[in-house]
């Protein structure tokens, strides 16, 4: 009997514990259906690393878009989540901010501060922020002389384009990118290219060789605009010299061909109010783009005796939209244009030819003006032929310059995007001069019209219209790789090129 009793005991203990969990579990699904749910993909205001000459500072206003965050990986009380302040999970996804960053035609060498801004304005809230953009085009290309299209959006190669016509249907590029918050006021960046269509490699565009992923930049930078307006970042970057932006949609002007370098370095900046200052220690020798000096007479990069500065001003002219005027000047001391006779790409100089550049641009509602100007200090040797027998060595050598002006007029809904607007016309000129006036390889020039359409801030569907004056590749521009010494470059032989295409991001 005793141990009846024991085992009532057991059961009614037993009983009260159940209905004091059910009382527990009907109070926690009451506060559930109260409290509203969390979206999983919310919407977020443009990063200011999306608009036009934002420097921190300066007021920006501008429409909300649709910056989806979203987060795979972790849940909020993650284990992995990290130590930083407003820091929510372990990896998530900006869409804005990656079309910012990854577009190749605008802020194409501002990207460090571009990032500082997002994590200032609380749009980086993710240990790991990552990022995707794909482009996708459709052209049809015509040419005045066989064999010669000097549209360089693509590499001009004879292995690739044939004839007086060419169309193509192809994934121009590809990017990947993840930004890390590693540390209070430290950040890495990396971002990995496929560019069949811009490789150097040789071949088609299906040789394998110009099938190759690439790092096309990458850093470690200290900085944080709320603590302190100076920065600091080491790795593979855009050098500080020039604009280098367009108001086309998806074309690069001639500037940012002729002198947009991209190079192993480090980088300090400082930011105040509209002020922004920036100076790069570059690594010598020939770098991936637009900077070589020469190492003990070789293109070795085995010193760091590179260097650019660059100095802009915004000046805020007021209006909902932060509509400003920018102007800015650079300097480096070693461009690309230092090779002798014949020129070929990465080739080592006796001597480094300094370059200088001056720019603008002015932002107001929906229009958007641009003008930029750069050339070489010291002639370039490789643009006179230094053979007294050869009919082209009549032509003196020249300091190579480059000039931009173009206008872009948004319309129709706001978007966080560069043009402002969901709909934009745009059309711009620019020149590359390399040689002397009636030289094969004096000039090209390049006009763009250009229409582009933001359904989304990360969504660009665009075409253009573009006309190429004249065809002088880099390489060989004047002469020496054809036994009888002549050249393939030809002021007559112009290109008009036909072209649509998707730019899209993540």
């Not at 200290?222 to 500080?240: E, I, Q, R, S, W």
């Not at 922004?276 to 010598?284: A, P």
């Not at 173009?406 to 040689?435: K, N, P, T, V």
Request: glycine fraction near 10%; hydrophobic fraction near 40%; charged fraction near 15%.
């Amino acid at each position: 009997m005793a141990q009846d009793a024991q085992i009532l005991e057991r059961l009614e203990a037993m009983e009260d514990r159940l209905e004091a969990l059910e009382q527990e579990n009907a109070a926690l699904r009451a506060q559930l259906q109260g409290s509203p749910s969390a979206p999983v993909i919310a919407d977020t205001p443009a990063p200011d690393a999306a608009a036009q000459d934002q420097v921190p500072g300066e007021p920006v206003t501008l429409a909300e878009a649709g910056a989806a965050q979203v987060d795979p990986v972790a849940e909020m009380d993650d284990p992995r989540e990290i130590d930083v302040a407003g820091s929510q999970n372990f990896v998530g996804t900006n869409s804005t901010y990656a079309y910012a960053m990854l577009d190749h035609a605008e802020n194409v060498n501002t990207k460090p501060l571009m990032q500082l801004t997002a994590l200032q304005d609380g749009e980086l809230t993710d240990r790991v922020t990552l990022s995707g953009g794909i482009t996708a085009i459709a052209n049809w290309q015509f040419a005045s002389v066989d064999d010669k299209f000097g549209y360089l959006m693509r590499h001009p190669t004879s292995a690739n384009q044939l004839g007086d016509e060419v169309s193509e249907v192809v994934l121009h590029s590809a990017n990947f990118a993840f930004t890390a918050q590693l540390a209070p006021n430290l950040t890495g960046y990396a971002e990995f290219l496929y560019d069949p269509q811009q490789s150097f490699g040789p071949g088609t565009i299906t040789a394998l060789t110009r099938n190759q992923l690439q790092l096309r930049r990458g850093w470690v930078m200290y900085g944080d605009l709320n603590d302190h307006p100076f920065y600091v970042a080491v790795g593979k970057m855009d050098t500080p010299f020039g604009l280098n932006d367009t108001v086309s949609p998806f074309t690069n002007s001639t500037n940012w061909h002729a002198f947009s370098g991209l190079a192993f370095g480090g980088q300090a900046g400082f930011v105040s109010g509209g002020l922004h200052l920036r100076g790069m220690i570059i690594q010598g020798g020939a770098q991936f783009r637009a900077a070589n000096v020469p190492v003990e007479g070789s293109s070795v990069p085995s010193r760091a005796n590179n260097f650019a500065f660059d100095a802009r001003y915004t000046l805020a002219l007021g209006g909902e939209e932060a509509n400003s005027a920018m102007v800015g000047a650079s300097y480096q001391h070693g461009t690309a244009y230092c090779q002798g006779y014949p020129v070929f790409h990465f080739n080592p100089c006796a001597d480094n030819n300094p370059g200088v550049a001056v720019y603008g641009r002015v932002n107001y509602g929906p229009l958007t003006l641009l003008g930029e100007y750069a050339r070489t200090t010291d002639e370039w040797e490789g643009t006179a032929v230094p053979i007294p027998n050869n009919p082209l060595s009549i032509y003196d050598p020249v300091a190579p310059e480059a000039f931009t002006l173009g206008a872009r007029l948004g319309f129709g809904d706001d978007r966080a995007a560069m043009q402002r607007r969901e709909f934009a016309l745009s059309a711009e000129f620019s020149r590359f001069i390399s040689g002397e006036d009636g030289s094969p390889w004096e000039r090209q020039n390049q006009l763009v019209l250009g229409t582009s359409w933001f359904p989304l801030p990360n969504v660009n569907l665009f075409g253009e219209f573009i006309h190429v004056d004249g065809f002088v590749p880099l390489n060989f521009l004047s002469g020496g790789n054809f036994p009888d010494g002549s050249t393939w470059s030809e002021q007559g032989a112009d290109t008009d090129v036909i072209m649509a295409g998707a730019q899209v991001a993540f």
